[in-house]
């Protein structure tokens, strides 16, 4: 090869990035070699991402910020500016409508992120983390060597050059006091700008932090205190990477972890036992205390490393991707053993940022992190705290709490670590911190008890205060990493060897209505256990569902008998009188629970919702409910098919089939053009479908026996099953809905008569047999079966309509075969009409896609 290896940039794709602030430009990065004779030869390729933070004009000149952008990116050239200028209005656009729903929603925002997206760290929690940090930084000052003590108090500004011509002589401790001085003087803001100029002695702390840091603890501290201190200053970032400031510090770092694991060694006593010791309170023992004396010393060094390399993470991705690589995940890991809560927190808050990228979930999996974190779950006030006194210490430990708390929430998107919480107990240690009073400081925050008034209502959230005011409340957070390990149904089950369903029934009686504004974490739990049906049956259990029906439905008794005097009104006119629902019955998400928990297939479950019923029919005519909290007690009742009850004296009660017929009639619109829900017929198309989903569910419950057949064909809900079967065939919930519906009523002489007037609906089921959907063409053909049961001509015409079906290839081969040509299906029709054999389900509308020939 007559040349070496060039390189060669090839741009491609342009998107916006996640953060609606930036534009990445994707590329690959070719490196090429010349043959003597010209020809290149591609070596390898190398895939990149550019990023380009912009700032939107609030004039709303795109097309210029876009010339601007194309101009300073080598990667974008002159024909890509309206595709920079698209992206850029397209990025206006995204930010005026997170600024709308923020405004319409204020309330939701902070609730509703925990459960949608990973926490970052936020600018509260940096805030926070800044002032320990400087706590922490004029502790060491005090607590520092007489060098390095005497030094810092004696920094002055116009000794610049004596601290350099110190930092290169031989003496340790001289350089050493200098580095202090000068690390020192970086804390003060009138200092920087001569610091900052002076390039010699910034480039003589950086020598000395490559060459001299690892022989004296004393000098390797002041020089991270020092490049601490800078690194704070964006302009002193070029100076920190040029100088591979972050890299030289992770050596540092690991290199103290080496140590602490000869001390380990020497002792015969495991770092981790004695951080568990220390931050339990527990007394040490020789071998012990000399350890924790030994980790003591060292953990300055290591508090104020992590602090450089999270400024310089912070103030560059590209950095942070850097440390990653050299192995910075395995080393914050390992801090983790430690007892200080300071750099527990410091520790948690690094591994907060860096899952916020889901590459790292692997490695921090294969590390067992977890197992660590669960470890470290503990009470406020339960452990013994270092630093000021016992508030302080409280405050420091729920900041690690929440800290933590925020982190495993984050990791547990994958689910990889979900299975390694719940391995590591963490369930039922998340149970039990829903029960501490220590949380909210209140005696009513979700202990084990069922009981609470509803006037004592609160929004379950009040322990904010406790938090430092950062972010959402430690019970949140618990409940929202609870809903994450409940999406598995295998991890459902371990809810019940805990008192979840006791803590989480206590706090729904004290929650404030509406459910997804005060509490949406817990409403999301609830309605997420309750899909299992061992925990939904323990969560009916002990009164709670009659409680909770007591609070959408009122009391089981209502007072019918008791009249006013002179009144002469019935008791239906009393019941009218009465105020319809209990105090949150036009609550969504309550009734979703309660849908949920009538979903499962279990008689003890659902006959408990029996002595409701009543009271659901009422509520659902009054016409009190919003249309989302009516489509949930509608689906509720649909589901509750109740053996034992007596559905015919319900219908009779309470005028429901009527109330359904209207609801048919006026969603139908809906049903014919493919859209539909509401509890009128008002709401979008998707609201009247589902609506009227719920009522061909409810019409195949209400059909329990002939006496609820006939009344439900009075009504004219069978006639309107048959017409909302000819819509809608492409949807396949409403097709199993109304094919379940229609076998039901068919087991009926009366409902039966009514659907069989129309003998096209046979036809209907045996094209439903070889449906793709294995639910759907079952009940097409327990359909059949009942057709056939009715009598022995339905039983021929069934008959002959499933081997047509199961042989429809093979009947059309011989046809084809035999007349050459196959006649036109009305003429077969007619042909067998005029022999005089009955047909009977083989006139399917042109609007079905079957036509039966017998």
Not at 319 to 331: D, H, N, Q
Not at 517 to 533: D, K, M, N, T, Y
Request: hydrophobic share 45%; aromatic share 4%.
């Amino acid at each position: 090869m007559s040349d070496g290896p060039r390189r060669k940039i090839r741009p491609g794709k342009l998107e916006l990035g996640s953060d609606g602030r930036s534009l990445e430009v994707h590329y690959e990065s070719l490196e090429v070699a010349t043959l003597p004779n010209g020809q290149e030869i591609l070596q390898s390729t190398k895939q990149g991402v550019k990023r380009i933070r912009f700032e939107l004009p609030e004039d709303g000149d795109f097309g210029t910020l876009a010339g601007r952008i194309v101009t300073a990116c080598k990667l974008l050239h002159a024909g890509r500016t309206a595709e920079v200028e698209a992206l850029l209005e397209a990025a206006a656009e995204q930010q005026a409508a997170a600024v709308a729903a923020a405004a319409d929603v204020p309330q939701l925002q902070q609730h509703e992120q925990p459960l949608e997206a990973r926490r970052a760290v936020s600018d509260l929690d940096l805030q926070l983390l800044r002032q320990q940090q400087q706590q922490y930084l004029a502790a060491a000052a005090a607590s520092a060597t007489q060098v390095l003590a005497a030094a810092a108090a004696t920094a002055r500004l116009d000794r610049l050059d004596e601290y350099l011509e110190a930092l290169y002589e031989e003496d340790l401790e001289s350089k050493a006091g200098a580095a202090a001085a000068v690390a020192h003087l970086l804390r003060d803001p009138r200092c920087l700008g001569p610091l900052l100029a002076h390039t010699a002695l910034l480039q003589a702390l950086a020598r000395l932090l490559r060459e001299d840091a690892r022989s004296s603890p004393d000098l390797c501290l002041a020089l991270l205190m020092a490049f601490f201190a800078l690194s704070h200053l964006p302009a002193a970032q070029p100076l920190l990477v040029q100088n591979q400031v972050g890299s030289l510090t992770m050596e540092l770092l690991d290199l103290e972890l080496r140590r602490s694991e000869h001390w380990q060694q020497r002792e015969g006593v495991a770092v981790a036992d004695v951080g568990a010791k220390l931050r339990s309170g527990e007394p040490l023992g020789g071998g012990e205390a000399r350890l924790a004396a030994a980790l003591a010393r060292q953990e300055p060094v290591l508090y104020v490393g992590l602090s450089l390399l999270l400024n310089m993470a912070e103030a560059d991705v590209g950095i942070e991707a850097k440390m990653v690589k050299k192995g910075l995940l395995s080393l914050l890991v390992l801090l983790l053993d430690r007892g200080s809560p300071q750099l527990l927190l410091l520790g948690v808050t690094f591994l907060r940022r860096l899952s916020l990228f889901a590459d790292n979930c692997a490695p921090l999996r294969q590390a067992e992190l977890v197992g660590l974190l669960v470890g470290l779950l503990q009470l406020p006030g339960s452990c013994a705290t270092s630093g000021g006194g016992d508030g302080d210490g409280q405050k420091g430990d729920v900041r690690l709490l929440s800290s933590i708390l925020c982190l495993l929430h984050n990791l547990s998107f994958d689910e990889g670590m979900r299975q390694q919480m719940v391995e590591a107990g963490l369930i039922a240690k998340a149970v039990e911190l829903l029960k501490a009073e220590a949380l909210d400081g209140s005696s009513a925050a979700g202990g084990g008890s069922s009981g609470g008034t509803h006037g004592g209502r609160s929004s379950g959230t009040a322990n904010s205060s406790s938090s430092g005011g950062q972010g959402p409340p430690l019970r949140q957070l618990a409940l929202g990493l609870l809903y994450h390990l409940s999406l598995q149904d295998r991890h459902r089950s371990m809810f019940l060897y805990t008192d979840a369903p006791a803590a989480l029934h206590a706090m729904l009686l004290l929650a404030a209505p509406p459910l997804r504004a005060s509490c949406p974490e817990l409403a999301a739990l609830l309605v997420s256990l309750a899909g299992s049906q061992r925990m939904a049956e323990e969560m009916a259990r002990g009164g709670r569902l009659e409680a909770l029906l007591a609070l959408v439905l009122g009391p089981a008794e209502r007072p019918l008998a008791v009249q006013q005097p002179g009144s002469g009104s019935g008791g239906g006119v009393a019941a009218a009188a009465q105020p319809a629902g209990g105090p949150m019955a036009q609550d969504e998400m309550l009734w979703r629970l309660l849908r949920a928990m009538a979903e499962h297939d279990s008689e003890p479950l659902r006959a408990r919702f029996g002595p409701a019923l009543h009271r659901l029919a009422r509520l659902l005519q009054s016409g009190a409910l919003p249309a989302p909290a009516f489509l949930e007690a509608l689906g509720c009742l649909a589901r509750l098919d109740i053996p034992s009850f007596d559905y015919a004296g319900l219908l009779r009660a309470t005028q429901l089939p009527a109330f359904l017929a209207g609801l048919v009639a006026a969603n139908g619109a809906a049903g014919a053009g493919g859209g539909g829900g509401g509890g009128g017929s008002g709401g979008s198309a998707a609201e009247r479908s589902s609506v009227l989903l719920a009522v061909v569910e409810a019409v195949g419950v209400l059909c329990a026996d002939e006496a609820c057949a006939g009344v439900l064909a009075s009504a004219g809900l069978v006639d309107a099953l048959h017409s909302l079967m000819l819509v809608r065939m492409e949807d396949e919930a409403f097709v199993l809905a109304t094919t379940a519906a229609a076998a039901r009523l068919l087991t009926q002489p009366s409902s039966r008569a009514v659907l069989l007037a129309h003998p096209e609906v046979a036809a209907r089921f045996a094209e439903l047999l070889q449906h793709s959907m294995r639910e759907i063409a079952h009940a097409a053909d327990v359909a059949l079966d009942a057709v056939a049961a009715g009598s022995e001509e339905w039983a021929t015409s069934v008959r002959r309509l499933r081997f047509e079906t199961h042989n429809a290839a093979w009947l059309h081969l011989v046809r084809s075969l035999e007349g050459g040509e196959l006649a036109s299906t009305h003429e077969q029709q007619e042909q067998e009409l005029e022999q005089g054999e009955p047909v009977i389900g083989a006139f399917w509308p042109p609007g079905g896609s079957v036509v039966a020939t017998m």
